[in-house]
């Protein structure tokens, strides 16, 4: 769906810039669109070197297990039916605390660990389970209290003050990850009435 929107808006694009006999300044565009996304790739490289190397320096001084421990509480209520003792809930703590530090890099691959220790759960493998769900719920809309990449562009356009967006960041992922929450568990509820409905008790 989104490559028919991004196609609407290049065709879109082309036939008004036609219609009004300005078709150079497609070609314009263009040409100043690829030149702003360089300069700002440029930009954010040392920025980012430099923010995930400070993350990882607290990742190699233990911060993110600390926190994954303190996350371990939460874990056993946002995933029940995961077993305690279950490697995905190693991963889903490590996916949540790299998030919340703001590591995406390294939260990626225990995301993508997680979900294959969670699948090896599910019992019907062409569906999502619901552990999947909210997991995946949880990192679209994780709490981040260090917002690396946007602070990074805000240097890199000559912000006043590129890191004034820390704690707005933070209230608005909140209430994200709440919403994530609340949705999630209300999706859960819905499902285990529809269950009992479907099979009461005394049959099956």
Known sequence: MVNFI?????????????????IELVTQATFDGAKSGVTVCFGLVS????????MRIAEDAGLLRVLSSLLQPIVRFL???VPKDHPALGYIMTNMGANILGLGNAATPMGIKAMQELQSLNVHKET?????CTLLALNTASITL???T???????????????????????TFISTLAAILVDKWYRRNDLLRGSHHNPKGKG
């Open 6 to 22: 991004w196609l609407f808006f290049i065709v879109a694009g082309f036939i008004v810039a036609a219609a009004q006999g300005k």
């Open 47 to 54: 920025i980012m070197v430099f923010w995930l190397g400070m």
């Open 79 to 81: 995933f029940p039916s």
């Open 128 to 132: 999502a389970s619901p552990a999947m």
């Open 146 to 148: 260090i917002p690396t």
């Open 150 to 172: 946007l602070i990074a562009i805000r240097m890199n356009y000559n912000s006043v003050n590129p890191a004034e967006i820390v704690g707005t960041t933070l209230m608005a």
